[in-house]
Every structure is written in C-alpha cells, then in structure tokens.
C-alpha cells in the first residue's frame, strides 16, 4: 500500500500558547464560594491534533480494505490447494491407499471462505474446480458406504 504526502498536525491547528498562571487544562483558582474562598474549575483544553484523528482513522480503514490484487492472489491460493488436494487424491487412488485423510484434506480446501477475486474468469474457473472436487468427495463418501 503506498501512502502519499502527508500534512503535519501543526499545519491543521494546534493549540494555542497563552501565558496564564494555572496549570495546563485548568483556570485559575477563583475566589467565588468553595472551602476557604476557592474553588478549582477545569477548563476544556483544546486537544491541538484533533483533526489528525481523522487521518488516522483512514488509514486504518484503507488497510482493512483488500485490493484487487490481494483478493485475487488468495483466489488462486485456494484453487491452488484444491488442485493439490485432488491431485493427491488421484494418485492415492492408483496406488490404492486412498485414506480419510486424503478426503478431509479435500474437505477442509472446498470449504475455506472465498471472496469474488473481481475476475470473472478467476472465479468462473474456481467455480470449476470446487464442483469437481465436490463431485470426488460425494464418490468417495459413497464408495466408504457401499463397502
């Protein structure tokens, strides 16, 4: 993700200094009422950098945002480990020591969560591609009940 330039918290409108005799955030002691004749009032401050929080927040919401790119890489990942799955599966088959496990592993690949990776044909074909693996696994699980 590239961030372009960006504007100092100063720029925007800090707070201003002001020579007073209270601490920062508080007035001073007045001498109207309270225990002894005084009693301490706050005063709002204003929080220099506010408007920066606003920055903040949208760089925060643009990195939970995915990009084109990423939603189509783990597109392909997936695919990817289907294929896998299917592959090892088939030569399990010829070897004839097909195991549960093969059929979990296929399982648990068709059942990740996937997102539209906004190409057609990318999704079209992972479309393609959890049919097929589905289709092995309905085989599977009724050659395990016929046997």
């Known amino acids: 993700m590239r961030i372009g330039r960006t504007g100092s918290g100063s720029r925007i409108g800090g707070a201003k200094s002001s020579k007073s005799k209270g601490s920062e955030g ?9 225990a002894n004749g005084a009693e301490a009032t706050p005063v709002m401050s204003r929080a220099s950098g506010a408007a920066t929080l606003g920055a903040v927040d ?12 990423e939603r189509r890489a783990r597109s392909l990942r997936k695919g990817r480990r289907i ?3 299917l592959d090892r599966l088939s030569l399990s088959m010829l070897d004839g020591n097909t195991s549960s496990g093969h059929l979990t592993l296929l399982k648990r690949a068709i059942n990740e969560t996937r997102d539209e990776s906004g190409d057609a044909g990318l999704d079209d074909a992972l479309s393609h591609i959890e049919v097929r693996a589905a289709v092995e696994i309905a085989k599977l699980e009724r050659q395990k009940r016929d046997v």
């Open 26 to 34: 508080f007035s001073p002691i007045s001498s109207s009422g309270g």
């Open 58 to 69: 949208a760089v925060m919401a643009l990195q939970g945002v995915n990009s084109l790119g």
């Open 83 to 85: 294929l896998d799955a």
